[in-house]
């Protein structure tokens, strides 16, 4: 009964769902979730992240180190784990790519790679990294930021023997004539290593790149257009309010007194004063700006001239 029971329930729930291209949709059973998308990613691991890859993240829960109050209805909400993610890729070798994770702290996904060497442990051997675009589990990253090794060397600039005595000569051409379409988007593109050693960005392109620029990520599909990673837009239920760690609003009319200058009295007494705000500034139309040159002396130095209003507004508007 009880397997019955749960085929039945996730057959309901699959019926709300609906994939349309890329994203996914949902039934409009509540109102947070009427136009709610949300990226389609079978790829991304569902699981949790490696725990000596991640740092708890500690909050306040809006309070003073006293314990006092600085924040209103703020706190509680989902524990946050930070992932440590390696830019810089100092260590050399082949990598594998365990797999492709999301990270809730940034807009663009995480791989976790695993080293080859048998002698790595711990956080020598495991590692998070920004993923490419194209980046796929079982795929092999390396980093060059520590230099070229010789076998990849020889097989990008060749020996000696091939390149002759006239290669200082060609790079010196080749490096004035990029300079010189440096303002052109074709410079991107052309060029050649006359570098040794790569010594910035994490990882050697496929092609060619132009000396003097500063690489920081480079994808393994090089020829393929630039594209913006961004998060689908969040749905506003207050469950999901509740994890981001911001507790319900309450009206001031609701409170005591003494938590709120509209609290206290008997029932719903509004009483006759102005609304004001929970510290006593007067809300709701009140102008609260210092005034202009037009006001007292000295009073806002940093208004030279004030917006026409009354007589001034309606003569500028007639003799247009």
């Known amino acids: 009964m009880t397997s019955n029971f749960k085929n039945k329930k996730e057959e309901v729930i699959a019926s709300f769902d609906h994939v349309e291209a890329e994203y996914k949709t949902y039934k409009p059973i509540a109102p947070g979730i009427r136009h709610l998308k949300r990226p389609v990613n079978p790829r991304l691991y569902k699981g ?22 600085a924040v209103r209805f703020c706190g509680g909400g989902r524990k946050r784990h930070i992932r440590v993610v390696d830019f810089m890729r100092t260590e050399p070798g082949e990598y594998d790519v365990v ?52 076998d990849l060397n020889r097989e990008v600039f060749g020996t000696q023997e091939e390149t002759g005595g006239n290669a200082e000569e060609i790079d010196m051409e080749e490096v004035e004539r990029r300079a010189k379409d440096k303002a052109t988007t074709d410079a991107l593109a052309v060029g050649i290593l006359s570098w040794k050693t790569i010594k910035l960005g994490n990882c050697l392109p496929l092609r060619q790149i132009p000396t003097g620029m500063v690489i920081h990520c480079i ?17 506003v239920r207050q469950a999901e309010i509740r994890w981001l760690g911001w507790r319900p609003r309450v009206r001031g009319v609701a409170m005591n007194a003494c938590d709120h200058p509209h609290g206290g009295g008997h029932g719903k007494s509004k009483s006759s004063e102005h609304p004001v705000s929970v510290l006593g500034w007067p809300t709701e139309g009140k102008r609260t700006r210092k005034p202009g040159p037009k006001g007292p002396k000295n009073s806002n130095k940093t208004v030279f001239k004030e917006r026409p209003r009354g007589k001034e507004k309606r003569s500028g508007a007639s003799s247009r």
């Open 48 to 69: 949790k992240p490696v725990r000596p890859l991640t740092v708890p993240l500690r909050r306040k829960g809006g309070r003073y180190s006293t314990g006092r109050t």
């Open 99 to 150: 797999r492709v994770e999301y990270d809730p702290g940034r807009s663009a996904h995480i791989a976790l790679i695993a080293a080859r060497d048998p002698k790595a442990e711990g956080t020598a051997k495991w590692k998070y990294i920004l993923a490419p675009e194209g980046f796929r589990a079982g795929d092999v990253t390396q980093s060059f930021r520590s230099g070229i090794q010789e």
């Open 219 to 235: 994808s393994l599909n090089h020829q393929g257009k630039a594209i913006l990673h961004c998060t689908a837009a969040r749905s």
